[in-house]
C-alpha cells in the first residue's frame, strides 16, 4: 500500500471524529446559551409531574414552586378565602338609608341543591311595615363569579311587611350573596345579605 493510500485511508475517521465533535460543542452551547437566556428573562422553571391529567399516563408540565413569587402567593390567599370583616348580618339598613330590611330563610340552614322559600321583610327607617313594594332578587357567588343556579322572584305579599321569595336554590358550599332591590313609592334602594354555606 503506498504512502498517500495510508493517509488517505486514516484521515477519513479522524475527519469524522472532528465533526462529531464540533456538531457536540455548538449544540451543548447553544442549549445551555437558551437556558440561561430564559433564566435571564425570568420565566419559571417547568417540572414535570407523571401521570398527570390526560390519556395514557400523559405528562403534565407544571410551573415550579414558588415560581410566580409573591404574586403567584397573593392571588392564592384572594381565591382561597373571604374577606375577613364579612358583613353576616340579616337584618340590615338598604344601601341609602330607606328601608330597614330582613331575611330570613324557611329551612334552617339553606339546604343545598334544593329549592327553598326565602321571606324578606321589609320596614321604614322608624318601623313601619312597607307594603305594595316592588322587589327584584339577584345573587350569586363573588368568589366564583358567577350567578344563581336558579331565578327567585317575590310571589306573595303576607302582610306586615313580609314578602315570599321562591325558587332560592344554592347548588354548592361558599358564600354566597343575594341582592334585592326594592322599590316602594318614591323610594328606591337596595341591600345584599351574605350567606355562608357548610
Do not use: C
Request: proline share 6%; glycine share 14%; net charge negative.
Amino acid at each position: 500500500m503506498s504512502e498517500n493510500s495510508f493517509n488517505n485511508s486514516y484521515s477519513q475517521p479522524a475527519s469524522g471524529m472532528w465533526t462529531g465533535t464540533i456538531l457536540f460543542v455548538l449544540f451543548f452551547g447553544v442549549a445551555t446559551w437558551t437556558g440561561l437566556g430564559a433564566a435571564q428573562a425570568g420565566e419559571p422553571e417547568k417540572h414535570y409531574v407523571p401521570g398527570g391529567s390526560g390519556m395514557h399516563g400523559a405528562h403534565e408540565m407544571h410551573d415550579a414552586p414558588g415560581a410566580h413569587g409573591m404574586k403567584g402567593a397573593h392571588d392564592g390567599m384572594m381565591k382561597s378565602g373571604m374577606p375577613a370583616d364579612l358583613d353576616m348580618a340579616m337584618t340590615k339598613m338598604s344601601e341609602h338609608h330607606r328601608f330597614n330590611v330582613s331575611v330570613e330563610s324557611q329551612k334552617t340552614p339553606p339546604p343545598i341543591n334544593a329549592m327553598h322559600t326565602w321571606v324578606l321583610t321589609v320596614r321604614t327607617p322608624d318601623g313601619h311595615a312597607v307594603e305594595g313594594a316592588r322587589i327584584t332578587v339577584n345573587g350569586g357567588m363573588p368568589m366564583h363569579g358567577h350567578g344563581l343556579p336558579s331565578a327567585p322572584r317575590v310571589t306573595k305579599y303576607q302582610g306586615d311587611g313580609r314578602y315570599l321569595v321562591e325558587g332560592v336554590k344554592f347548588n354548592m358550599s361558599g358564600w354566597w350573596k343575594m341582592d334585592f332591590n326594592i322599590v316602594a313609592g318614591d323610594n328606591d334602594d337596595q341591600v345584599a345579605f351574605n350567606i355562608v354555606l357548610q
